[in-house]
């Protein structure tokens, strides 16, 4: 019998208003790091069984004790400082970290999380990192004289935790690059980084993916298909399924990542729409290379729309699943 | 000479001050203020943000489009045929801009940016440029669902940007930018890029400027200098090799030169940025330059693009002491 069509996460998932008010209540000095980190594991907890209640296949912890997915390794390694605010669009900003001296990682920073969630379900927890090239990217660089020696001592740091992550048993390991799709003429330098953190991942046999979002694909595609990974995870539902088409041309090699839920918007999208959308897909791929997710992080949804949204991802694959005799099984 | 920016100032308080713009904001999204309201916390960012700009030594400022979403939608999102949708980045920078999606005929139905442009000068300590983003450039960003073809749609573009500009021009703006990071990505359309701009400025007596930025000018060759316009902005620190182009200057034009990094907080060495200005004022004399930072300057954190403009316009002055 046929397998494939696994369910999965992008990465992060909403904090409750209760969380955010705690967090802000942190950042202002009035509660503690500990009463804090209670309501993170409460809250780490309580998606993990969300999402095995739903039935997805390949769980991820939410993220709950992270705020940009840049800035929050940059505060955990060191050689970087915390930057001022910097606006993002509209009424939106984050703090942009500073390199101010040579970047690395002193002690584990999201191993002591994966083992938590992973104690917490039978189920694969994915491990999630930023990678090495975002990092650079998304950072200002006051130490480094070049771009590469900035990237090249992050893909170092990121490796230490990714070969954490592996030793503690993850299977999965997912290293987030979507700053590599807005410069085609960096993907080079992007996939040596991302090679230095996968390469002992799959002497280990880890299953690797990186996910990338809101570029040019037609400018990265196929060359992004020399990234160093098992699987590459891309937003399809936003841009109506348009880069399948790309696939006609130059056909996808890697195992894919299909987004089908939009994160920016709040519509709840039908089971018929997100089941077309794997539809199509199978057109070009068979069902044991497809991973089926939303399009990327829905952190910035509240925890209701992203309920319901994952709730429909599952309703559609399973709907497909059964069409075509494909048993559910373990991801592999 | 004079000492500028390209554009847009971040609207972020100096550490340590309250954000009120950031909460005034919020508020005027639910509900809880009016238009009016906002405004004024609007008026207030904008005055301290050209108070900042001159104090530092800018000659020629801007209010540091402090208002607005993003550029393109600040102008695109109100003409005719227009709507917004998701969220796109802006270029390679981790920043984002709501994408237009031209659905019908493009049409101007009436000033967009002149009120804002009559209160930044009245409150302004030095000159105010009015800036908009280039016909080529929004063409480049907006989704097409109606013309079907770049160069109409740029054409388009450019005939409501005119009648901006026409009204931009009556409301006293003696200098006039638009910026075209866009053709940077595709030197082959610079003859369209030309023939929209002439659409942009026809018949205007102001000083024009066009800024490209976020890559590197050379690729151009020394065509960029037929774009019809007084001056042409070149971003030296994402192009260092933008310096080739200096000595084919036309004696009628002049350029923006891009010499600190807009993009990044480490500070830039003083005497280098003051050889680089004695070097471009040696090529074409000191009429004929603007120095400027490579880009807005809203990707840094309001201390630095503070420290940044300062350090420029030290810069300028050691020339200036030097006798050019």
Redesign the interface.
């Known amino acids: 019998m046929a397998e494939g069509l696994w369910t999965t996460q992008v990465g992060s998932l909403p904090k409750s208003e209760e969380l955010l008010r705690a967090r802000s209540a942190w950042a202002r000095g009035e509660i503690s790091r500990d009463e804090l980190k209670t309501l993170e594991l409460q809250a780490t907890r309580d998606w993990i069984l969300f999402q095995e209640e739903i039935g997805i296949d390949l769980v991820v912890d939410g993220e709950q004790y992270r705020g940009d997915m840049v800035a929050y390794f940059a505060e955990e390694f060191s050689g970087f400082v915390r930057g001022g605010l910097i606006r993002s669009y509209g009424n939106r900003y984050y703090r942009k970290p500073i390199a101010v001296g040579p970047v690395g990682r002193d002690r584990p920073v999201t191993l002591e999380w994966w083992k938590y969630a992973q104690s917490l379900t039978s189920r694969p927890v994915k491990g999630m990192l930023t990678g090495p090239y975002t990092i650079a990217d998304w950072s200002f660089n006051e130490y480094y004289d070049t771009k590469e020696a900035f990237v090249m001592d992050l893909a170092r740091a990121v490796r230490e935790e990714a070969v954490d992550l592996a030793k503690a048993g993850a299977r999965f390991i997912q290293i987030d690059e979507p700053a590599v799709s807005t410069r085609p003429e960096e993907l080079p330098l992007a996939a040596r980084a991302l090679a230095v953190v996968t390469e002992p991942l799959h002497e280990m046999g880890v299953h690797t993916i990186t996910h990338i979002c809101y570029g040019e694909f037609h400018r990265a595609y196929p060359a992004m298909l020399e990234l160093p990974v098992t699987q590459i995870d891309l937003e399809m539902a936003n841009s109506g399924y348009d880069l399948l088409e790309l696939f006609r041309e130059h056909p996808f090699t890697k195992v894919l990542g299909l987004g089908v839920i939009d994160v920016h918007s709040r519509r709840v999208e039908s089971p018929e729409e997100v089941e077309a959308g794997v539809r199509r897909a199978l057109e070009l791929l068979p069902p044991d290379r497809i991973y089926v997710d939303p399009d990327c992080g829905l952190k910035t949804r509240t925890p209701e729309e992203a309920r319901a949204k994952l709730r429909v991802l599952v309703e559609a694959v399973d709907r497909v699943r059964r069409d075509l005799g494909i048993k559910p099984s373990p991801p592999r | 000479m004079l000492v500028t920016v390209v554009g847009s100032y971040?609207?972020?308080p100096h550490?340590g001050r309250e954000?009120l713009l950031?909460r005034a904001?919020?508020e005027h999204?639910s509900g809880r203020i009016s238009d009016a309201e906002l405004r004024q916390v609007q008026d207030e960012v904008v005055r301290e943000v050209l108070r900042e700009q001159a104090e530092v030594g800018v000659e020629l400022a801007t209010d540091g489009g402090v208002r607005w979403?993003?550029p393109q939608t600040a102008f695109a999102g109100r003409l005719a045929g227009v709507r917004l949708d998701?969220?796109?980045?802006y270029?390679?920078n981790?920043?984002?801009?709501?994408q237009p999606v031209v659905e019908g005929p493009l049409e101007w139905r009436g000033p967009v940016l002149v009120e804002d442009f009559i209160f930044a000068r009245r409150e302004s300590p030095v000159a105010v440029k009015a800036v908009l983003v280039g016909p080529f450039t929004l063409a480049c960003l907006s989704q097409d669902l109606f013309y079907g073809d770049l160069r109409e749609l740029t054409l388009a573009y450019a005939r409501a940007l005119h009648s901006e500009v026409v009204e931009l021009e009556r409301a006293g703006a003696g200098v006039i930018q638009v910026d075209e990071p866009s053709l940077l990505r595709s030197p082959e359309q610079l003859p369209l890029v030309r023939e929209a701009l002439e659409v942009v400025f026809g018949g205007v007596s102001a000083t024009t400027a066009c800024c490209t930025f976020f890559g590197d000018a050379s690729r151009l060759g020394p065509d960029l200098f037929e774009l019809p316009v007084r001056f042409i902005g070149l971003d030296l620190v994402s192009g260092p090799r933008g310096w080739e182009l200096l000595e084919a200057v036309p004696p009628e034009k002049g350029v923006a030169l891009g010499l600190v990094d807009a993009r990044?907080?480490?500070l830039e060495r003083e005497e280098e940025v003051a050889e680089a200005i004695e070097r471009a004022v040696g090529v074409i004399g000191e009429e004929r330059v603007w120095v400027n930072p490579s880009a807005g300057l809203?990707?840094?954190?309001?201390?630095?693009a503070r420290e940044k403009l300062a350090l420029l316009a030290r810069a300028a002055a050691r020339v200036r002491g030097r006798g050019g």
């Open positions: 971040p609207r972020v550490e954000f950031r904001t919020e999204q979403d993003d998701g969220l796109v980045r270029f390679d981790n920043v984002y801009f709501r990044n907080t480490r809203e990707f840094l954190p309001r201390e630095k």
